[in-house]
């Protein structure tokens, strides 16, 4: 009877110190923020460009992401693929560095973070701007007539005038006899 007692106490002395604990995880795994990454296509970027964004932490449908170098705040919404996704431009001011990025699940918990690099890269006009003509000024530029060309046409032309002057000479000659 002993053992028996020795056993019952021994297994009562077990749930109360395992039941406990195992309610004591499950709180702790459900208060934890799962952590992700996020994917930035293209990841490097000249200042005023637009990138995308993607997450797959969430397991909700909306999230925010937000960085120094975005104009605003990138708002997050499922992806045809799955995960969420978002597209942020790129302020065009920002400097050229690496900024980084976080995004934060708004109907779950989770997080996520990376980094986009900015390249700041300035423009300077290195020709006039070839205007007028539509589509055709580049094609004009390539494939147009040349000195050649245009030798052959005069020599055509005035191939013609003579045929045209010596056919008229000879229907008045024609005509008087």
């Keep these: ?20 604990a195992s309610t004591a995880l499950a709180a702790v795994t459900d208060n934890e923020e799962s952590h992700g990454s996020v994917t930035v296509t293209p990841s490097t970027i000249a200042a005023g460009g637009e990138v995308d964004l993607r997450v797959s932490v969430c397991g909700g449908k909306k999230a925010v992401g937000t960085s120094e170098a975005f104009s605003s705040p990138a708002y997050f919404n499922p992806a045809a693929d799955g995960g969420l996704f978002a597209e942020a431009r790129i302020r065009s001011d920002a400097s050229g560095r690496d900024y980084s990025i976080n995004v934060k699940c708004e109907d779950g918990p989770g997080s996520a973070s990376g980094n986009v690099t900015v390249v700041h890269r300035r423009v300077d006009p290195t020709a006039p701007v070839r205007a007028g003509g539509g589509g055709t000024a580049l094609a004009a530029e390539s494939d147009g007539p040349g000195t050649p060309h245009t ?7 005035g191939a013609a005038a003579i045929a045209i002057a010596g056919r008229s000479v000879r229907k008045r000659r024609g005509g008087s006899h």
């Design 1 to 20: 009877m002993r053992s028996a007692q020795l056993t019952l106490c021994a297994g009562a002395v077990l749930a109360a110190v395992l039941v406990p």
């Design 151 to 157: 030798l052959i046409g005069l020599g055509l032309a």
